[in-house]
């Protein structure tokens, strides 16, 4: 499980930091409101651990923007504000839980727990975009009412960019989520590539409509573009 953690306390951070390793997690820290952003857009994340009160970009402000940008992993609130007022614009500006420094450590992991295990996704059996449709008890897709013959790899990277449609997905998520890996490395991003083009290959060679693309320098969409719009 991978939890970031955006705090500008760097003492704070790092204790956040080593007693979340300890436990078994892995930690990223983020001291400013716009590195944390980035880790977010750039990155996966399981949970979000957010004080509120930063330079630049204040808490509040990335809660709203992450929940307008419809992510949605459990966050949870670390902040010194303690009144029913700012709970409540917290917990209304989309925060999960709230816990007002300074706090107990076992109560911040009980409460962490507790996140996770509501966050964890549900199995469904079916996802979709536009004429593409997967069946996940079956394992087979669909294009146009047309099978497509695709590898366990390349279906595990299409079920992956189909639950996060019209966002983006990362290398980096890939080589975590899909590989298995902590670390990204240039071996990998080819491979990840190479695996990418075999998939768009299948899916939008013979259609019109293309369903993957290509954001350079980022990583990859799944999103519905017509056949005169680039793919990348």
Same mark, same amino acid.
């Given at each position: 499980m991978r939890i970031l953690i955006i705090e500008d306390e760097q003492k704070i951070a790092e204790a956040l930091k080593r007693g979340l390793e300890a436990e078994g997690y892995e930690a990223v820290t @983020?001291?400013?409101?716009?590195e944390g952003f980035y880790c977010l857009s750039t990155e996966f994340?399981? %949970?979000l651990l957010l004080d509120l009160m930063l330079p630049g970009r204040d808490g509040l402000e990335i809660?709203?923007?992450i929940r307008d940008k419809g992510y949605t992993l459990p966050v949870l609130v670390l902040t010194g504000r303690d009144t029913v007022?700012?709970?409540? %614009?917290?917990? $209304?500006?989309? @925060? $999960?839980d709230y816990l007002v420094k300074p706090f107990a450590f076992p109560e %911040?992991? @009980?409460r962490i727990r507790l996140l996770l295990r509501r966050g964890r996704p549900e199995p469904m059996g079916q996802v979709s975009l536009a004429d593409l449709e997967l069946n996940l008890s079956t394992h087979q897709a669909l294009r146009d009412g047309q099978l497509l $013959? %695709?590898?366990?790899?390349?279906?595990e990277l299409l079920e992956y960019l189909l639950r996060h449609q019209e966002h983006v997905v990362s290398r980096e998520m890939l080589a975590? #989520?899909?590989? !298995?890996? !902590?670390?990204r490395s240039t071996p990998? #991003?080819?491979v990840i590539d190479v695996n990418i083009a075999r998939l768009r290959r299948k899916v939008d060679g013979p259609f019109a409509r293309k369903l993957i693309r290509t954001i350079r320098g980022v990583g990859f969409m799944a999103t519905v573009r017509e056949a005169h719009e680039p793919a990348h």
């Open positions: @983020a001291v400013t409101g716009e994340f399981n %949970l809660l709203t923007t007022e700012d709970r409540v %614009l917290g917990l $209304d500006s989309g @925060a $999960d %911040l992991l @009980a $013959d %695709l590898t366990q790899r390349e279906f975590h #989520d899909i590989w !298995k890996v !902590k670390e990998l #991003d080819n």
